[in-house]
């Protein structure tokens, strides 16, 4: 099985590392390179701004290649070259959270997962997306904050505040990404690719 891994994407939904990092590419290739040992699985990262481009010799070893896309050229079509050109989709994950590759690859049948969940696979943490109140589209100013409602059989009204749901948002995404990581792993335990328990503290 092998992972073709949206690098820049996936780096910028962690918080354990930020584009800013001069070392974030190498950070995140070791992680990867770490867990395709583990899993016995192979990978492919792909990073924008390379120079010259193409494969990095330093940061690629035997179950991970690390490519940087060469100048006038975006990662995102390096990507999709690169997942069209790859004859068995049966055996290959794209790991991106770009909307637009997300797109593309479902239109060309290609497996995904969200580079959140990917996070959590690698040991890494995704980031906790902040609910913010939605913008008046006439003024541009914030709409005024709205209780929301969930009816349940002892309390036809419950009110739920918006501290409420700042607090309860970002646990619920976790467990959720959490879910969807360890579905990912049994169905391709049911395949016979034995991968790591999401989450495990091992």
């Given at each position: 099985?092998m992972?073709?891994?949206?690098?820049?994407?996936?780096?910028?939904?962690?918080?354990?590392?930020?584009?800013?990092?001069?070392?974030?590419?190498?950070?995140?290739?070791?992680?990867?390179?770490?867990?395709?040992?583990?899993?016995?699985?192979?990978?492919?990262?792909?990073?924008?701004?390379?120079?010259?481009g193409?494969?990095?010799?330093?940061?690629?070893n035997s179950?991970?290649?690390v490519?940087?896309?060469?100048?006038?050229?975006s990662?995102?079509?390096?990507?999709?070259?690169?997942?069209?050109?790859?004859?068995?989709?049966?055996d290959?994950?794209?790991?991106?959270s770009?909307?637009?590759?997300?797109?593309l690859?479902?239109?060309?049948?290609?497996?995904?997962?969200?580079?959140?969940?990917f996070?959590?696979?690698?040991?890494?943490?995704?980031?906790?997306?902040?609910?913010?109140?939605?913008?008046?589209?006439?003024?541009?100013?914030?709409?005024?904050?709205?209780?929301?409602?969930i009816?349940?059989?002892?309390?036809?009204?419950?009110?739920?505040t918006?501290?409420?749901?700042?607090?309860w948002?970002?646990?619920?995404?976790r467990?959720?990404?959490?879910?969807?990581?360890?579905?990912?792993?049994?169905?391709?335990?049911?395949?016979?690719?034995?991968l790591?328990d999401?989450?495990?503290?091992?």
């Amino acid at each position: 099985m092998m992972w073709l891994v949206d690098g820049h994407n996936l780096i910028g939904q962690l918080q354990d590392l930020s584009l800013d990092d001069p070392y974030d590419e190498a950070k995140l290739s070791q992680a990867v390179r770490s867990y395709c040992m583990r899993s016995r699985t192979t990978a492919e990262v792909i990073f924008d701004n390379g120079l010259p481009g193409g494969l990095s010799r330093e940061m690629s070893n035997s179950a991970v290649k690390v490519i940087f896309a060469p100048p006038r050229t975006s990662a995102d079509n390096l990507i999709m070259r690169r997942a069209r050109d790859y004859g068995n989709f049966r055996d290959m994950v794209l790991v991106t959270s770009d909307r637009r590759i997300l797109r593309l690859a479902h239109a060309y049948g290609i497996e995904t997962m969200a580079s959140e969940e990917f996070a959590l696979l690698i040991g890494f943490r995704p980031v906790e997306v902040e609910e913010t109140p939605q913008s008046d589209r006439k003024n541009g100013a914030r709409s005024p904050e709205k209780d929301v409602k969930i009816v349940f059989d002892k309390d036809p009204n419950p009110v739920v505040t918006q501290a409420e749901i700042a607090y309860w948002l970002p646990i619920f995404k976790r467990r959720l990404a959490i879910a969807r990581a360890a579905r990912t792993v049994s169905k391709w335990a049911e395949r016979g690719v034995h991968l790591d328990d999401p989450d495990s503290d091992s």
